[in-house]
């Protein structure tokens, strides 16, 4: 079992910045991928950006050159820094991880609670 802790969420101006932070613990062995979604009121869940333990980067088209995506391996954790925010870019954001073949989790999709960023015009 993986459990995932987002941090970093709140208001910002737009054209303002904010750090989100996404500790897992747990068999964080087992991790291959962790990113970020986000959700936003009467919207689908998202891919905003991943990155892969190999170092593989995904990044959503719509947040592409203002998101940068990081990931300390030894610390388990995994960053979103977010520049230039937009009021679009209002949402709960959620920290995601799935588990690496060749695990006993291969299979699991883990999910932290979330947490709000609201961007302001």
């Known amino acids: 079992q993986v459990q995932l802790v987002e941090s970093g969420g709140g208001l910002v101006q737009a054209g303002g910045s904010l750090r989100l932070s996404c500790a897992a613990s747990?068999?964080?062995?087992?991790?291959?991928?962790m990113g970020w979604y986000r959700q936003a009121p009467g919207k689908q869940r998202e891919l905003v950006a991943a990155?892969?333990?190999?170092?593989?980067?995904t990044t959503a088209d719509s947040v592409r050159g203002r998101f940068t995506i990081s990931r300390d391996n030894a610390k388990n954790t995994v960053y979103l820094q977010m520049n230039s925010l937009k009021p679009e870019d209002t949402a709960v954001y959620y920290c995601?991880?799935?588990?690496?073949?060749?695990?006993?989790?291969?299979?699991?999709?883990?999910w932290g609670k979330g947490t709000l960023v609201t961007v302001s015009s």
């Open positions: 995601n991880a799935d588990a690496a073949a060749g695990t006993t989790d291969y299979g699991m999709d883990y």
């Open positions: 747990g068999s964080t062995f087992s991790i291959n991928t």
């Open positions: 990155l892969s333990s190999g170092g593989t980067t």
